[in-house]
Structure formats: structure tokens, C-alpha cells
């Protein structure tokens, strides 16, 4: 993408209204606008990411087996009303009447829609395992909207539901979620603790959270630091081996870690001092097992081996998608901008013509345009007719990971500048070793 | 993906409730369920092509260099005050109020909400021209939602707005939008006819219909035969080519094709009489020009190279991304069930293994698998313990175009069968000989 022709509306004001990095941060690079109170449009940037993060929760539910569909935004209240809901889920609930009168919602979640298609079609254990999950705009009519995406009223979530025979079979399901959604957070760049958490209004008895540690988290967290050594890296995952996935869940659950909501003193005590933090946490999922809840009052049964009719065990499993690009950012920036880890980032490289209109300044530009592509890589070229310095508070605003340079002296020579973001490390190589050490950079992602 | 695992819910039964062929087969095909009147959800299948119509429109969006962000579902009601279109929209515009008593409303379309984006970043003509797009759920409660995703009332769109200098930028955008139109229908297998139309309440001058030819279409529909000659098939378009764009138009508009709404007796008279058809159409998109109707009231203004600060020239293009699933069934069925072009299909082969549980062929379709994994296509190998009668209905009621049969006597001589759903013609092969052509078959998809 040549930034000519891209809309990235980046901001040099602080926008007043954002009282946190990533707010100030999505507005100021043009990822974001309001359009009301919790309510945002995704500009082109802000989008890309969005799709990237998406991507990432699609791949890694596929590999656990789940399956994908799609259920609406707005859902009649019946089904609300079955299950008692309805009247309990107070204000933010967001009803709607219309233009016959019947009563409707903007889904906050979808456990009652799921359960609904489950009974409408599965009616042995033979069908089970079965996990269906999707990634849908969901609404909830907060009271006080703020932190930009973070706590916003329409927001994306994966939300994934699955029905099995026992509490046994559930809890493999479980099992199954927390070692996926590790995957998932660590292909983000992001260390998120699963930690023992309430069950909240969704009614549950085994429950994580996943938090990201930032200092703007809105729950208090305490831990014992061994977790942060804790990675999947590339260890091989087999979603089909239960005491695989019981071992690495405990891996992560034995280390005690809990938010304020389930702390104890006297267990964390036992955690050895130099090992004993406390923090502020994001949350960006949550896994939960909540049995017959919603499958007794729904009507969904399965004939089990004995042809008896058994309600079936549920969980529902979510993760903050729209959220996570504010947790993100938490987590990776710094005073001149964003820091994208490589999984996500909006484009790979940043390409920077230090003096556009010059023969050969242009040339090798589209040159390293047209190589990265080659390698299945994105790059934004920023061809403007600007000064180098606005060139580079963008490039840094905007925190593609890995920056080139392109200036006539450099290209008198036959060489170029590759520049972390992170580091601000920048060396001189020609383009073929820049597109071959992007490629290796990128390989894992 | 093997059928074992997935979520596919045929039915036997032809559902009473659905009069027209898409509606019945989309869900005795376990693609959709019905949520709430005109309402659905999208099942495992049914996302697949979804999914997959939404992918060539952005391809084909992008490849026109237009921008993809994503507006929200929900808009305030003050901006639609601005445009004078809040009061005048009627009652297919849901109307919502929030726990502020905020008045808001689920969006019918965007002009107003691009039209504010626009306002508030750009104001050179140096930004020009710009096209930004989006694919998002929209509803309009219809009074009588029916025919399935054929006439919802949440539905996915595809809406984009051109922002340019003057009447002359605009209809450059206007050529654009309609070739990348025809290209995007082409990819799908379908014949989207341009038909001159009206502009209905989103205001226009220049307008173009684009219909699908089919019996169950909601326009009668008037045109020249010759205009089903014309194919873009693999021409060079170069979006940039403005003579170029504006003569593909001409080739498509210059044969007589308009739906009842503008259709003139005397000008059809001059078609040749062996030329003149009458049919009915689906329609599938649409182009509008509507010049400074949204930017003069909302201020959207720019200054021209003279310095002045003018209104920009608009317009608004959508296509029906839900729809669409529909209009492909009408166009592309028979009596045994849904046929998929290759450009749309949820899988590029089905795998039916004749005997379940014999270890040859087991093998056999667990290689089949492999290899059409490793050519880039997706599989779905039927490998339930079922009739061969009853994976041959289940193959051809979800219409996957191509179908490989593996079976004891076949796999003794080193042979499977492939089948083309479309002619019901097979043909003995190896298994790399299948392998082979398939992935010939789907090279240009």
C-alpha cells in the first residue's frame, strides 16, 4: 500500500477525551473515531489490525477442533425468557421494540441462540464432542463508555460454547479452550495469566479469567512470578490427547494467580516472598464451566449410551477481540508510539523514501515494495511528498515493527536501513538481505 | 475437514415455510436457521460461502484501490437530523433508544456516518479522489421479511462512498465501482446484468442496477440479448485508466437493459426483435451518483486548487453480500440440490469413502486429503459410518462441485472416481491424476 493513496488520518494533537495510552494512541494513529459514546468506526488501520487479531482467534479455534458459524446481532426475547434472563440481565441489556412490537435484544452474549441451535439439531451423544463458536458485534449498554475499545458498548467478541455428555467430557472442552487461548494470546505477542476468577452473570462454577499485566488493568491481580516463565512457544499440541491438556492447564494453574474478586491472603502467603506480585491486569477472555444451566431450562438433551435423555454439559469461552487491540497496546508502546508485535502489526515494513521525486530513491522503493510482496509480506510505502522527519513520527506513531530507509547516499552505495521499533537498532544492508531478513523475521507469524 | 467432526445439519424434510428454491435449500443444507423473523444464523456451511462472497469483494474492492474500514451497526440519530433523513426514512429504519435515552438506530445504510468521517480529516483536494468501504450488518425491518437471505432484515452489505473533486472524478469512481462490480459477479459464476434504474430514497442522478436473471427475481426486467455476450473473463483492467474504465461501461450499457421501474416501450421497440427478452432478476447490487446531496447539508468541503472550498461529489455503491448467497442458489441448482461455482464453494472436493472402516480405503481418502490439502484446497471427506446412498444425497444437496468416490474394488485397481456435480459426469483416475486436476480446475478461482 502506497500511503498516497491510503486514508490514514493520523492526529498530531493528544485528543483531550482519552485518559489512557491506547486510547490516545488508536485516535492519534487514525485506527479509530468515535461515533457515540462507546461506539467507534475502525479506520482503515484500526481494521487491519482488527482482521489480524481475528484471524489469529479463527486459526486457533479451528486447530482445537472448534467450529465457526455465525449467529445475528439482534435476538428475540422468548428465548431470554426461557432461560430467566431476560428480566434478570438489568440495564445493559440494550431492548429494542419493532415496527411490530415484539420484543428483541442486541445480543450481549449468546448462550440461550446456541443452546436453542443445539436442540434444534443434536439429540444423541453420538454427536458429541461438539464446540461451535463465532466472532460477532455484540452490545452492551455500559453506563460509563471510556478507555476507547477497551471498554466500549458495541464491541467484537469470540464467544464459543460446548456441549458435551458429562462433566468429564466438559472439562476436557475446558481444558481444550485454556490451552488454545494461551496460543492465542502468545501469537499476539501478549503474556495473559489465567487466573481463578468469579463466574459473574453467566453463572459458573469453574472459571478463568485471562489477564494481560498493564498498570491501567481495572482489576488488582496477585501472582507468583514462576508463571511469568510459563510459554507454549512451539511446543506440540495434540487437541485430541486429554491428559495432554490437563497437564499443561495445570502447568498454568498451579503457580497461584487470582484478581481481587478470588484473592486469599493466606494462600498467597505460601507463595515465597521474592516470588509474591501484585499488579493491575487487563482482561481480554474468560473460560467458563457451567454444567446443566442452560440446557435443563432450554430443553437441551441428548440420548446418552443407554438411551436415556441427559441434558448436556455446556461451557461458554470468550475472548475480547476488539478489546485486545487496547490491551495490545498497553502492553507495547512507548512515548513516540505504538509497538505492534509481529503477529499483528497493520503491515509488515514501513518503507521511508527520504527523497521522493528522486530517480533512484523512487525506483529502489518499489523495488523493496515489489520484493516484500513477492515473500507474501505487506508493506506500507509512505511516498509523500514530505520532510523525513514527519516521515519517521508517523512510521513511529503507527508502530509497524520493522522500518527500511531509502535515502540517495545509502543507495549511491547499494544499501539501505533496516530499523527495529522496538529498539531503535538500525543497520545497513542492501535490499536483497533487508527482504530476506524480513522474510525469516516473519516466518513464524 | 471430515464430517464427523464438523456441525452440518441436513434435513430430510423440505421445510413448509420456504417458498422459493434458495430458501429451501439453504436450510435442508443446514446453511442457515431462522432466528426471529427475517433474522438468521449463519450454520458452519452457510458462513463458508458467506465468507467466501465476502473475500472476492474485498479482493476485487481492493484491487479497484479502494480503502476498507468498518463503521459500527448502531449510529446516534443526530447526524441522520443533519441530513434531513431521520424523519423521512420511515419505518424500516429500527429505532432504538438507550439506557441515556439516547435516540439511536441500527443502520440501514451510511451515508451520513462516511460523510461525517470524511468532514472530519479531509479538506484538500490533494486527498483526493477517495473511496472508502465497508462490509457490515445492516437492517431494515421489512414488513413482510421473506424468501431467506433474499429479503432479510439484518443483512450483510458491502457499501462504499467515492468522495471526489467534481462531477467528472465522480463518474470516473462511478466507472470504477461498476467494473469492479462486474468482475466481482463474474468470480461468483454469476451474470449480474447492469440495468439503468431508479434511485429510490438514497437520491440520485446516474444509477445502475446490477440483476441476476432468474425466475424467482422481484423485478420484471427488459433487455437485449446481446448484452449476455459480453464477459470481462481475464482482461487487464487498469483501475487507473479512466478512458479504459469508461469503455467497458459504455459496452455494458449501451444494450437496451432496464428492470419495470425505468423500462421505455419505444426506445425496447428499436432493440431487434429476436434480441428483445423480458425475464425476471434478482437484484444483487447497485451504483448510485448523487453528487453534494450528503456534502453540502453535513459540510463536507474541500478546497479546490484555487484555494475554494467546495462541496465533494458523492456517490454510494453497495452489493448484498447475504443476498447473494441466495441469487448463486437461484441461478445454480437442480432438483437434487445446491450447485456451488468453484469461485464460492465451502469445499473444493467432497471425499466420499464407499466403506467406511476398510483399511484400504480409509487410506486411500486420508491421502486424498493430504494431497488436496497440500495443493491449497479444503476438503470435506464424508467419513461417517452412513449408506453410500446417503453420502451421495448429502454431497449433492450441499453441492460441493467436484466429488472424489473411493471405493474396495476402485482402490484395488489404483483408481477413484471423480465427479462433476455440474454434469453428473465421473471419470476413473489415480489418485494423483484427481489431485492434479483439481487443482487445475481451481487455479484461476
Redesign the interface.
Known amino acids: 500500500m502506497r500511503l498516497s ?3 490514514l ?1 493520523v492526529l498530531k494533537e493528544t485528543p483531550a477525551e482519552a485518559q489512557i495510552a491506547s486510547h490516545r494512541l488508536m485516535l492519534r494513529a ?1 485506527m479509530i ?1 468515535q ?3 462507546g ?6 488501520l ?2 487491519k489490525v ?1 482482521r489480524n487479531i481475528e484471524r489469529i482467534v479463527n486459526e486457533e479455534q479451528e486447530r482445537a ?1 472448534h ?10 426475547a422468548d428465548l431470554w425468557r426461557e432461560s430467566g434472563r431476560y428480566d434478570a440481565y438489568g ?2 441489556m ?1 431492548r ?1 421494540k ?2 411490530q412490537g ?1 420484543e ?1 435484544l ?1 445480543g450481549p452474549t449468546n448462550e440461550e ?1 446456541i443452546t436453542d ?1 443445539f436442540r ?3 439429540s444423541s451423544y453420538k454427536d458429541l464432542p ?1 464446540t ?1 463458536y463465532h466472532i460477532q ?1 455484540k ?1 452492551r ?1 455500559e ?1 460509563r463508555p471510556r478507555f476507547g475499545v477497551m471498554r466500549g ?2 464491541f467484537l467478541m469470540k464467544d464459543g460454547y460446548n456441549f458435551d455428555l458429562d462433566y468429564e467430557a466438559a472439562m476436557v472442552a475446558y481444558d481444550r479452550h485454556m490451552v488454545s487461548y494461551l496460543r492465542t494470546y502468545e501469537r499476539m505477542g501478549l503474556q495473559a495469566i489465567p487466573m481463578r476468577a468469579d463466574s459473574g452473570p453467566i453463572g459458573g462454577e469453574d472459571t478463568h479469567e485471562f489477564l494481560v499485566l498493564a498498570e491501567t488493568g481495572e482489576s488488582e491481580v496477585f501472582y507468583d512470578s514462576a508463571i511469568l516463565d510459563l510459554k507454549l512457544a512451539d511446543r506440540a499440541v495434540d487437541y485430541d490427547d486429554a491428559a495432554q491438556l490437563a497437564s499443561i492447564r495445570s502447568e498454568w494453574t498451579t503457580p497461584y494467580a487470582r484478581t481481587d474478586e478470588t484473592h486469599d491472603e493466606g494462600v498467597f502467603a505460601e507463595v515465597p516472598e521474592e516470588r509474591r506480585r501484585t499488579s493491575r491486569g487487563i482482561e481480554v477472555g474468560q473460560i467458563f464451566y457451567f454444567g446443566t444451566k442452560y440446557s435443563e431450562p432450554l430443553g437441551a438433551m441428548v440420548a446418552n449410551e443407554k438411551g436415556e435423555r441427559v441434558p448436556v454439559h455446556m461451557g461458554s469461552h470468550g475472548i475480547g477481540v476488539s478489546r485486545l487491540l487496547g490491551a495490545i497496546i498497553e502492553a507495547s508502546h512507548d512515548d513516540k508510539g505504538i509497538i505492534w508485535p509481529e503477529g499483528v502489526t497493520p503491515f509488515h515494513v514501513g518503507i521511508v523514501n527520504l527523497r521522493q521525486g528522486d530517480a533512484a530513491c523512487d525506483a529502489a522503493c518499489a523495488e523493496i515494495e515489489a520484493q516484500v510482496a513477492a515473500k507474501g509480506l505487506e508493506p506500507l510505502y509512505d511516498d509523500r511528498d514530505e520532510r523525513a522527519g514527519a516521515k519517521f513520527a508517523t512510521m513511529d506513531l503507527i508502530g509497524l515493527p520493522w522500518r527500511i530507509t531509502v535515502g540517495p547516499r545509502g543507495i549511491a552505495a547499494g544499501k539501505v536501513e533496516l530499523t527495529s521499533r522496538r529498539t531503535g537498532e538500525s543497520e545497513e544492508m542492501t535490499v536483497e538481505e533487508a527482504v530476506t531478513r524480513l522474510a525469516a523475521i516473519y516466518a513464524g507469524h
Request: aromatic share 16%.
Open positions: 493513496r491510503y486514508f488520518p487514525g473515531k461515533a457515540s459514546a461506539i467507534y468506526s475502525w479506520l482503515p484500526g481494521l482488527l477442533g467450529v465457526p458459524l455465525l449467529m445475528p446481532t439482534l435476538q428475540g440495564e445493559e440494550l429494542i419493532d415496527r415484539r428483541m442486541y441462540m441451535i434444534s439439531y443434536v461438539l461451535l458485534w452490545f449498554d453506563m458498548r458495541e
